[in-house]
């Protein structure tokens, strides 16, 4: 009987350490609603402090970057202005950049940009800077003037 009671309480406290090993996780990735409040939150530094400021502070700064969320400012043409997850992409022009399926996701941002001047793309493939793996995510985008500035989620 006794040794029946020490293995319920044992298996119960590894399911509690199963189940707040998940909610840590969990914790560890952004969410839908905070990457579209950071996104609201760089639109609004943008036009406060202009573009050259907005670049600078969206790459090199800390202001914008929460766990595995950070901007993407780029201009409608597919050059990248500011990149919080990889400075050595700024500058360059990755509009014809695809992921491993083939899908050009960075036109597919820019497409809705354009057209709709806000909200979430389709899901695509590209790295987790948080687990250096190709994960699936999906990015909410706002258009400010001739550029956009966005924040994804991975899943």
């Known amino acids: 009987m006794r040794f029946i009671s020490m293995l319920k309480i044992c ?24 990457a579209e409040a950071m996104v609201k939150k760089a639109v609004a530094f943008l036009k406060a402090n202009g573009p050259e400021k907005a670049a ?6 800390k202001t914008f970057k ?12 597919g050059k990248v202005l500011g990149h919080g997850a990889n400075p050595k992409l700024v500058g360059k022009d990755l509009s014809g950049l695809k992921d491993p399926d083939g899908k050009l996701f960075i036109q597919m941002i820019s497409d809705l940009a ?42």
């Open 11 to 34: 298996l119960g406290a590894a399911a509690m350490s199963f189940l707040m090993a998940g909610t840590a996780h969990a914790a560890d990735q952004g969410t839908a609603a905070e």
């Open 56 to 61: 600078e502070e969206f790459t090199n700064g």
């Open 66 to 77: 929460d766990r595995d969320l950070y901007v993407s400012y780029y201009d409608l043409s």
């Open 114 to 155: 354009k057209t709709k001047g806000k909200g979430w793309t389709g899901s695509y493939k590209f790295r987790n800077p948080t687990t250096d793996k190709i994960s699936e995510k999906a990015i909410y985008v706002e258009r400010v003037d001739d550029t956009w500035v966005g924040v994804g989620v991975y899943k």
